[in-house]
């Protein structure tokens, strides 16, 4: 099976919001102010909510059987 533009698409999203949570948790270890704490905890939700749809989409694509297994897999 060839690999779907699509499913590659995921596959880099996925490893950004994992990149996003890694930061966030990076850098509300090592803020210094309340102001650093928001922005760190926005990034983080943000990056738990990418990843949520991210992983959604990957496995309907799975299901129709779209998600050619050659892609990178995700790990957190």
């Keep these: ?4 533009k699509c499913d590659i698409n995921i596959a880099q999203t996925i490893d950004l919001a994992q990149q996003m949570i890694k930061l966030a948790q990076t850098g509300y270890e090592q803020r210094e102010d309340p ?3 928001i922005l760190y905890g926005i990034l983080l939700d943000s990056g738990y909510r990418l990843l949520d ?3 959604k989409e990957k496995h309907a694509h799975v299901q129709k059987g779209w998600w050619d297994n050659s892609i990178k897999k995700e790990t957190i």
Excluded: E
């Design 53 to 55: 749809l991210a992983q």
């Design 1 to 4: 099976m060839l690999k779907k």
């Design 35 to 37: 102001g650093c704490g």
